[in-house]
């Protein structure tokens, strides 16, 4: 069953043979950024590390990730960069829209891959929830 593995800069350490970072800026990275305030990313569109209108910690992230991947972007505006316009929070809306279209049609390249990040294994962590999307016979259900 593939597994999530921490990232490490340690002398010495390798990333295993197989396994897939996942890390912003990938493909396969969050958009939601934790942080106070927390932040948004989203290349390769324009935006890097813009700052939202509310705290974010790794479990709020993680959750507006599996909800991006589930069921679209998230529709809360107070979510997206303070300076966007209305027709900027269409765009990036749009954006989103594309880019958890883009992560589900790629799940394949990582089935069956353990997928490396930089969060501690105890934390939440959006490898989590790409792992149990690409291997959902392997893994308990998204929920």
Known sequence: MPVRIQRSRAPGWRMPPGAVYVGRPTLWGNPWKPGRPGRFWLPPYPIEDAAIGTDLDAGDAVDLYRRLLRAGP?????????????????????????????IRAELHQIQGRDLACWCALDAPCHADVLLKLANPLTCEAVT
């Open 74 to 102: 998230d529709p809360i505006n107070r979510l997206l960069p303070n300076e966007l316009s209305a027709d900027g929070r269409r765009q990036v809306r749009g954006w989103l829209h594309d880019h958890a279209s883009h």
